[in-house]
């Protein structure tokens, strides 16, 4: 729901109905996550995307089936053997979208979820989109951490969904549990979708240079929150790095330990240091590697790295925190010019975070998407 939540709220607080799709499940190589979601509005405009393309058409007519009075209505979506044209979805993929109507009275909890969203606080809806009591079906329940609103139907399912809606929201998944029809633990009948809403992960370069401006870009375009911090004030400059989240003027070794203790990067946060320069990228390294960080990744050659590798085990680094190290940083794509360098350190981040192994597809056989 997050890339149409801006247009549903202010269709919302317009007090207009929204017919609105989200993919809840996926299976094989299916081509958008859980939480994807399009909505069509009751003047016939849609947003979003649930399938690249492949579907829009059944689900643009299930929200409008849905705003013109039926109900909500769960649906799977994939292809037959006989005709893989069938359902649209020809990429061989399977996905299970719910389709809901929303509007004020049966989404009167949104404006907390945008509010939630805008604040960086993280916050999970859950709806029910299974029940054997159609009543049931499109409740939703909203849970923080500290904290829920709404109801599923019943107090029972509700304090049944909230730790395991919390431990989704904590590592950040979304997707549908199972239960019997009050909740119970072992069952069946009761489908919730889990849809957790992050804050954005954080991407943090080190070294204002103009790698670092093109890997900015390709940090935001990927997700990120961006920050720049160099220690030299004529570098460090909105104007050198317009667009970019921050642009910090410090130590980088000094920024990360206080962001650190201030719990401002986790295990999703990416550190790129393009330094250059031993007094710079060797203390941020040293502090970076301690962490339990996503992705850390150091620019050089071969020479710069082994160089590195030395001071840092003169500081105290054991091999084990070393190997956590991305250097000489990115994918082998022959990238020359930032751009391309940021493209190729891009294609890393990706390449471990769904454990795809950089190689041309054309090459291989099986599912190009990884579990």
Known sequence: MRDVLDELTKRWESGESIGLGTVVATFRSAPRPPGASMLVTSDGEAFGSVSGGCVEGAVYDEATAVLDGSEPVLRRYGVSDDDAFAVGLTCGGILDVFVERVDRETF????EVAASVRAEEPVAVVTVVEHPD????????????????????????????LDDAR???ASGRSGVIEYGPEGQRRGEGLRVFVNSFEPPPRMLVFGAIDFAAAMARMGAFLGYRVTVCDARPVFATHSRFPGVDDVVVDWPHRYLAAEAAAGRVDERTAVMVLTHDPKFDVPVLEEALRLDLGYVGAMGSRRTHEDRLRRLREQGLGEEELAKLS??????????????????????????????????LTDLEGPIHHS
């Not at 329940?141 to 829920?148: A, E, H, K, N």
């Open 167 to 169: 431990g989704m929201l």
């Open 327 to 360: 250097s000489p940083i990115g994918l082998d794509l022959g990238a020359r010019t930032p751009e391309e360098t940021a493209v190729s350190i891009a294609a890393e981040l990706i390449s471990l975070r769904w454990g795809g192994r950089g190689v041309r």
């Open 134 to 161: 159609a009543a049931k079906v499109g409740k939703h329940l909203l849970v923080w951490r500290d904290r829920s609103s709404g109801g599923l139907g019943s107090a029972r399912i509700d304090d049944a969904v």
């Open 108 to 111: 009167p909890e949104l404006d």
